[in-house]
């Protein structure tokens, strides 16, 4: 469709209503109810769920945590909300940029294979780097 819809419906719809689900409902209650590692984790593997579909799941994981620790953090769903436009933004506009377009994975557009893998690798640093951070997290209010 046209751009302004991809927009409107990923960018600026979905994102509100999956911020107002998964951190909003789901993780402000189960935050009342049990440890919030726990809490932030159920929830963001409820975000994966429920974008039903296997190839976005560990990314979605990934990105529920870091958006259910920024709503932990600062008790803002506004600030989860912008973090979820951008990401979603970003990828909106990367699918319309013609390299990028009929592509399944990055390393597919970029014709360098050392360029490809460094940018998995840093990638996998950056997730390693959240999840060392995460654990040493005190999940204490």
Request: net charge positive.
């Amino acid at each position: 469709g046209p751009l302004w819809v991809s927009i409107l419906t990923t960018a600026v719809f979905a994102p509100f209503f999956e911020e107002w689900l998964c951190r909003g409902m789901v993780l402000r209650g189960l935050l009342q109810k049990m440890h919030p590692a726990w809490a932030i984790m159920i929830s963001a593997i409820f975000f994966a769920l429920i974008h039903m579909n296997p190839w976005q799941g560990i990314p979605a994981f990934v990105i529920g945590c870091i958006f259910g620790i920024a709503y932990w953090k600062t008790g803002s769903l506004k600030l989860t909300m912008l973090m979820h436009m951008t990401n979603n933004l970003t990828s909106v506009i990367m699918s319309r940029i013609p390299k990028f377009a009929d592509c399944d994975y990055l390393f597919e557009a970029i014709d360098n294979t050392l360029v490809s893998v460094a940018v998995y690798c840093m990638c996998t640093i950056i997730v390693v780097f959240f999840i060392i951070k995460m654990l040493k997290t005190n999940f204490t209010k």
